[in-house]
């Protein structure tokens, strides 16, 4: 099981913007740790954390922050619609347009994706499967 998931970034506000524009719709809730940015979906006392959380942060290092090439992070949406109007808030909100909203030939028939980049230059998927809404293919 995966715990959480860092993105190093090198402006903490920029990505506050943009993280902001559609973590909280999908449920999360941010939080601040000594400057850094800690997503997480909220759990009632005494129950376990939902995995994985998200975290943006500065880099220990003090090294200016790279994106990975090949890294991803991907974030459910609940239909379709939600996909595109994330994307745009995303987009609004600072991110750079990585595959705008809809179908892949090389993904499953309920696949629905839009992808961007953060301000940092980080990649973020949001997608749905949700198999009650029309497929690819009709």
Known sequence: MIAYVTFGVDDIKRAERFYAAFLPVLGYQQER?????SYALPVESGQAAVLPEFYVKSPFDGAAATAGNGTMVAFEAQNQQQVRD??????EAGGV???QPGFRDAYGPNFYVGYLRDPQGNKIALFSSNPNEP????
Not at 86 to 91: E, I, R
């Open 97 to 99: 347009d990585d595959g």
């Open 135 to 138: 497929g690819r293919d009709g």
């Open 33 to 37: 740790y000594q400057g850094d940015l």
């Open 86 to 91: 994330l994307h745009a808030a995303a987009m």
